[in-house]
């Protein structure tokens, strides 16, 4: 009865969330990337360095630096 149950709550879950949030065996999906010790930091680092990136606006100077100097 439990694994029927957990059978439907998961093929519930597969109709609302997308596969690659969920991840599979072997293979972390995005959640688990935001909440497990294992990949958490380095995840929020790499969130936070592209948080940066868009706000200081490093890519429109990458962008037009040949007109700039030219």
Avoid: Q
Avoid at 26 to 43: F, Q
Avoid at 47 to 68: E, H, M, P, Q, R
């Amino acid at each position: 009865m439990e694994a029927e149950c957990k059978a439907k709550a998961k093929a519930e879950l597969f109709k609302y969330v997308p596969k690659w949030a969920i991840g599979s065996p072997g293979n972390p999906g995005g959640i688990e990337c935001l909440v497990d010790h294992e990949y958490r930091e380095g995840t929020w680092m790499c969130i936070a360095l592209a948080f940066f990136n868009v706000l200081s606006g490093v890519t429109t100077l990458l962008i037009y630096l040949a007109l700039i100097f030219k």
